[in-house]
């Protein structure tokens, strides 16, 4: 439960999909991106990114495990990610 001087939910709701649609939370989270790049050193935009994966091994539970890649042994998922 929240507090009683928290707006209702359905004000809350109004305005995150007001935010969400005006394209707010894109902007926001742009210039958090650019100022948090400047304040490790770095350029404010990437120039470029590189994908990369490796194997993980997984249990027998979730989606059916396979071979990640024809050339590797391990089986397991693939996570991909963009290191930064």
């Excluded at 935010?19 to 902007?27: D, K, N, P, Q, V």
Aim: with cysteine; proline share 8%; glycine share 10%.
């Amino acid at each position: 439960m929240l507090p009683r001087d928290f707006a209702r939910l359905s004000t809350g709701q109004l305005y995150l999909y007001a935010w969400r649609a005006s394209g707010l939370w894109r902007t926001l989270n742009h210039a958090l991106v650019m100022a948090a790049r400047e304040l490790q050193g770095c350029e404010a935009s990437p120039t470029a990114g590189i994908v990369d994966n490796q194997s993980v091994k997984t249990t027998e539970s979730g989606a059916p495990p396979g071979y990640s890649t024809p050339g590797q042994k391990v089986k397991g998922r693939k996570p991909h990610t963009v290191p930064g």
